[in-house]
């Protein structure tokens, strides 16, 4: 069974960090393109932050400069830090494996960020 575990959610003051962990099954990391999305309250889920199996990556223009996304391949677990943080990446956040090729889509169950002014 496909499973992503995340973890590293909580509650921090406006310029804090923070780091998410997404645990992901073996039998998807290694192939899959992870992403990091986010869901504020009335707002649609969006792209956070995405990272190839080749360590190419991609980031929404918002989190550019704070936010970095990182995997570790021995792990099976995608990581993003997140620096500086403002009110408005207050969220919940979404891990995703993603494969074109395998028509593979998963999600996590989502943790919540809060970033206090």
């Known amino acids: 069974q496909v499973q992503l575990v995340e973890s590293g959610g909580g509650l921090v003051q406006a310029g804090g960090s923070l780091r998410l962990s997404c645990a992901a099954s073996?039998?998807?990391?290694?192939?899959?393109?992870m992403g990091w999305y986010r869901q504020a309250p009335g707002k649609q889920r969006e792209l956070v932050a995405t990272?190839?199996?080749?360590?190419?990556?991609n980031y929404a223009d918002s989190v550019k400069g704070r936010f970095t996304i990182s995997r570790d391949n021995a792990k099976n677990t995608v990581y993003l830090q997140m620096n500086s943080l403002k009110p408005e990446d207050t969220a919940v956040y979404y891990c995703?494996?993603?494969?074109?090729?395998?028509?593979?889509?998963?999600w996590g169950q989502g943790t919540q960020v809060t970033v206090s002014s």
């Open positions: 073996a039998s998807i990391f290694s192939i899959s393109t």
């Open positions: 990272i190839t199996s080749g360590d190419s990556t």
């Open positions: 995703n494996a993603k494969s074109v090729t395998f028509r593979l889509n998963y």
